[in-house]
């Protein structure tokens, strides 16, 4: 927050416009934003159909270091293995014991 040329890049799922309506964090007309910045890939059960890609965290960038740095976030219910298209999990083989 100290450093003013820092820059984040939030992907996540749009919401808005809402017309008329404030939004009632910023105070803004209309109301507009992202939101589910975690990761929305691999959900189970009544989230399964939230699954998506290229909504799965943020990239925070500092100009004066050049230096970028990743966030993503997830549920412990799900996997880093998805379908490049769907957002679904990917379920791998499991092997066992040599």
Aim: net charge negative; hydrophobic share 35%; charged share 20%.
């Amino acid at each position: 927050m100290a450093d003013e040329d820092a820059a984040i890049y939030a992907f996540g799922e749009r919401w808005g416009p809402e017309n008329g309506k404030k939004d009632k964090i910023f105070g803004f007309l209309p109301g507009n934003g992202v939101h589910d910045i975690h990761m929305n890939q691999a959900n189970v059960g009544r989230f399964v159909a939230d699954d998506g890609v290229y909504q799965d965290g943020a990239l925070l960038h500092f100009p004066d270091q050049d230096q970028w740095v990743g966030v993503f976030l997830k549920f412990q219910s799900q996997t880093w293995h998805t379908d490049d298209q769907t957002g679904h999990q990917i379920h791998l083989p499991v092997s066992g014991p040599p």
